[in-house]
């Protein structure tokens, strides 16, 4: 069976997570981070799998309660990962004051600094 990796659609095998380059020092260190960067572990995947979707939790109307208070969230989803269909979805389905207009804004680029567009935010 041919898979595609879930977090690169462009990459026809499986990749580690986190990438190895996370923990090399020059990007630690360009990052702010020195610290390892780990991923959940086997045990913590297999709890939170059994527990049911993110979606279906009280997760959506907790993340609605903190932009009622005007707290700033961030979903963040990469343009190869098949994740971000469903991180788009599930942003348009959480209830807040603000969501009307979060829902008819569109995207907009996303400038990481004044040369260079790197990616779109809704």
Known sequence: MFKKDI?????????SFP???LNSAPVQE???VPLDFTGQTMP???AFMA??????????????KLLDRDLKVVLMYGDRD???TGGEAMSLAI?????PGFK???YTNLNTNPSYVGGLVL
């Open 7 to 15: 977090l690169d659609i462009t990459q026809s095998h499986i990749s």
């Open 19 to 21: 990438p190895q380059w």
């Open 30 to 32: 360009s990052l702010g």
């Open 44 to 46: 913590v995947f297999k």
């Open 51 to 64: 527990t049911g979707d993110f979606v279906g939790s009280d997760n959506l109307r907790n993340i609605g």
């Open 82 to 84: 098949y994740q971000w």
């Open 95 to 99: 209830n807040s004051t603000i969501s």
């Open 104 to 106: 008819t804004a569109g």
